[in-house]
Nanobody, 125 residues
Framework: QVQLVESGGGLVQAGGSLRLSCAAS????????MGWFRQAPGKEREFVAA????????YYSDSVKGRFTISRDNAKNTVYLQMNSLKPEDTAVYYC??????????????????WGQGTQVTVSS
């Protein structure tokens, strides 16, 4: 059983930075792939970034590549999303996700078994 809790969201001006954290319970965290998704009001949940639990591979959506960085600290059972050069379009609720990811389709929500409750990120212009 895995539980995820996001934190670090808040209000930031365009061009600023923010780091999100996702604390995970359970000793299976290290073997799981970790992903970040976001959902703006009236829009579908979309993929942001992911990191494999079986390799050093990372994956990013085109909209955040070069600006966001996903990392993980297995000793602390925590995954992070460093967000730089934030844009108003980044405003959304950000969700942490985890799963064994046998398929390797890291951008697919169906590949994750566990989800956090989300943390709000608001970017003002």
């Amino acid at each position: 059983q895995v539980q995820l809790v996001e934190s670090g969201g808040g209000l930031v001006q365009a061009g600023g930075s923010l780091r999100l954290s996702c604390a995970a319970s359970g000793r299976t965290f290290s073997s799981y792939a970790m992903g970040w998704f976001r959902q703006a009001p009236g829009k579908e949940r979309e993929f942001v970034a992911a990191r494999s639990g079986r390799s050093s591979s990372t994956y990013y959506s085109d909209s955040v590549k070069g600006r966001f960085t996903i990392s993980r600290d297995n000793a602390k059972n925590t995954v992070y999303l460093q967000m730089n050069s934030l844009k108003p379009e980044d405003t959304a609720v950000y969700y942490c996700a985890a799963g064994p990811m046998y398929s390797g389709r890291y951008s697919d929500t169906y590949g994750y078994d566990y989800w956090g409750q989300g943390t709000q990120v608001t970017v003002s212009s």
